[in-house]
C-alpha cells in the first residue's frame, strides 16, 4: 500500500499582494453642493465632514466598475491569468437577481483559457466585500487551496433619493489581489457582530435608491462597533492566555505574526492607525471616539484617560444609551483628536474625494493609507479594520504591514488620479442621477451618458439589448 504524500505546509503570512482602486471620472464640490440645494454653509462640508463626491451616469454600472478594477490590477502587475484560483466579489449594487458580477469577471480570464476560479458574489450592504476578503482568506488557509492567488473585489454606486442622504453618495471599486507572503498580513481573530435591523435596506428592485433610517443607521454602526470590538477583545485575550499556556495551535500561533500579540487588554493604543467603514468622514470621527469611549470603559484609570471630565458621570451612563448620549460623543471627539488625526486622518484621501463607496469604503481607506503613508513608515505598523454593513452585519480585526509596500503605492498611484478628477457642476450630478432613473432596468436601449466622461481606455457600458444583456 502507498503511503499518502506528504501535505504541503500550511501558507503564512495570507494579505494582499497588489492593489487596485476604480473611480469615476468626474466629481463635484460639496461646498458647491450646499449652495445647489440651497442648504446652510456647513451642512455637509462640516456635518457630514465631506468634500467632495464621485458621480456616475448610465454609461457606468457594477460590471464596469469591477471590470476596469480587476483588469487594471491584471496589467499593473503583470498577473497571470492562470495564477487565480479564486474570486470573490462584494458589492450591493445589483444589475441582476440571478446572474453576479464574477461571471462577467471572468470575460478577463477566458483568453487564458482559465475558467477554473472559485468563488461569487456577496450581499449585504456594505459588509459584502470583508465576507469576500473572509472568504479568500479562509480558502488559501483550508486544504481546498491549490496554491494559486485569490482577487477579491469591492465596489458600488452609492446614490440616493432627493433628501437628506444625497450628500452621502459616491462611486468606486477596488480589487485585491490575496496571497502567502505578502507585505500587508491580516491577522486571524475577528471580532463579529450580526443583527436583523431596518436601519438601510433596498427593498424596491425597481428603483436604485435604498431605504434609509439616518438617525438609527448612525446608532446601529456604533452599537455594531460596540458589539464587534467587545467580542475582538474578549477572544483575542482568550487566544492570548491559551498562546501563553503552550496550548494554542492555529491563528497567531502558526501564521507568521505571532510576535503581535500584546501584553495586556486591546486599545486603540495597540494599533499605529485605525480604519473604519467611512460612509462620510463625521461617521468615521464617531466611530473613532466611540472605540475610545470602549477603552475607557474598560480602563478608565488610563494614562490617556486622564484628563477626561466627570469620568464618573460617563461610568454611570448605561452603555445602552451612551450610544446617543451627545456630551459623551463630544467629550471623546475631543479627546481624540490629534490621534483621529495620526491614526485615522491618513486614510481618508479616498472618502474625500470620492465620498460613499459602500463596500470597497474600507478597503478605499486602506488604499490611501498605502498610497499616503511612505513604506518606510509603514513597515513593522499595525492598524485595526472596522467594517460594518446595514441591516446589519460588522467585524473588528487587525492587520500588520510585514514588507514593503512601495510597489503597490507606486502602481495605484493614488494621490495624482485623484486630483486627476473633473470638478464639475452640480447640475451635472442631479442629470446623472436622472439618467440613471430613467434607464433603471430598461430594456434595448443606449444609454445617454457621454463617452468622454469615462477614463480614456475604461470598460463601460455600451448598450443593453432587447434580452437585458449588458454589451461593453
Not at 124 to 150: H, K, M, P, Q
Not at 159 to 172: E, H, L, Q, V
Not at 389 to 406: C, E, K, N, P
Given at each position: ?110 483568453e487564458s483559457g482559465n475558467f477554473d476560479i472559485e468563488g461569487i458574489d456577496l450581499k449585504n450592504a456594505c ?346
Amino acid at each position: 500500500m502507498t503511503a499518502p504524500a506528504a501535505e504541503s505546509p500550511r501558507p503564512k503570512d495570507v494579505g494582499i499582494l497588489a492593489m487596485e482602486m476604480y473611480f469615476p471620472r468626474r466629481c463635484i464640490s460639496e461646498t458647491e453642493l450646499e449652495k445647489y440645494d440651497g442648504a446652510p454653509p456647513g451642512k455637509y462640508t462640516i456635518g457630514l465632514g465631506q468634500e467632495y463626491m464621485a458621480l456616475a451616469d448610465d454609461r457606468e454600472d457594477i460590471d464596469s466598475f469591477a471590470l476596469n478594477a480587476v483588469s487594471g490590477l491584471l496589467e499593473k502587475y503583470s498577473i497571470d491569468p492562470k495564477s487565480i484560483g479564486r474570486l470573490d466579489v462584494g458589492t450591493e449594487t445589483l444589475i441582476d437577481k440571478s446572474k453576479s458580477v464574477k461571471t462577467t469577471l471572468m470575460s478577463l480570464f477566458s483568453e487564458s483559457g482559465n475558467f477554473d476560479i472559485e468563488g461569487i458574489d456577496l450581499k449585504n450592504a456594505c459588509y459584502g466585500s470583508t465576507a469576500a476578503l473572509f472568504n479568500a482568506i479562509n480558502w488559501i488557509e483550508s486544504r481546498s487551496w491549490d496554491g494559486r492567488n485569490a482577487i477579491v473585489v469591492a465596489g458600488d454606486i452609492a446614490i440616493y433619493a432627493k433628501g437628506a442622504a444625497r450628500p452621502a453618495g459616491g462611486a468606486g471599486a477596488c480589487a485585491m489581489l490575496i496571497g502567502p507572503d505578502a507585505p500587508v498580513v491580516f491577522e486571524p481573530i475577528h471580532g463579529t457582530y450580526m443583527a436583523d435591523t431596518y436601519d438601510f435596506y433596498k427593498p424596491n428592485l425597481s428603483s436604485e435608491y435604498p431605504q434609509v433610517d439616518g438617525p438609527g443607521s448612525i446608532v446601529s454602526y456604533i452599537q455594531a462597533f460596540d458589539s464587534a470590538y467587545t467580542s475582538y477583545k474578549d477572544k483575542l485575550a482568550r487566544a492570548t492566555k491559551a498562546h501563553l499556556n503552550g496550548c494554542y495551535t492555529n491563528g497567531y500561533a502558526t501564521n507568521g505574526v505571532h510576535e503581535t500579540i500584546p501584553k495586556g487588554p486591546f486599545t486603540l493604543e495597540d494599533v499605529d492607525y485605525a480604519l473604519f467603514h467611512s460612509p462620510y468622514e463625521k461617521q468615521t470621527v464617531k466611530g473613532h471616539a466611540r472605540m475610545l469611549y470602549n477603552d475607557f470603559f474598560s480602563a478608565p484609570s488610563a494614562p490617556q484617560f486622564a484628563n477626561i471630565p466627570n469620568p464618573d458621570a460617563i461610568l454611570s451612563t448605561p452603555r445602552t444609551r451612551s450610544v446617543t448620549d451627545k456630551v459623551i460623543e463630544r467629550t471623546f471627539i475631543a479627546v481624540g483628536k490629534s490621534s483621529f488625526a495620526q491614526k485615522v486622518a491618513p486614510t481618508m484621501a479616498c472618502s474625500r474625494r470620492l465620498g460613499n463607496l459602500y463596500t470597497a469604503s474600507l478597503y478605499a481607506c486602506l488604499a490611501s493609507l498605502l498610497s499616503t503613508v511612505p513604506t518606510s513608515e509603514l513597515h513593522g505598523k499595525r492598524a485595526s479594520l472596522y467594517a460594518f454593513g446595514g441591516g446589519s452585519a460588522a467585524s473588528f480585526w487587525t492587520l500588520r504591514i510585514v514588507g514593503d509596500t512601495s510597489e503597490i503605492a507606486a502602481k495605484m498611484d493614488l494621490a495624482n488620479r485623484l486630483a486627476r478628477m473633473r470638478v464639475v457642476p452640480c447640475q451635472e450630478f442631479v442629470d446623472a442621477l436622472e439618467l440613471r432613473e430613467k434607464h433603471n432596468n430598461a430594456v434595448a436601449y443606449t444609454p445617454e451618458g457621454l463617452v468622454e466622461n469615462i477614463w480614456p481606455g475604461a470598460y463601460y457600458l455600451d448598450s443593453v439589448d432587447e434580452k437585458y444583456r449588458r454589451n461593453r
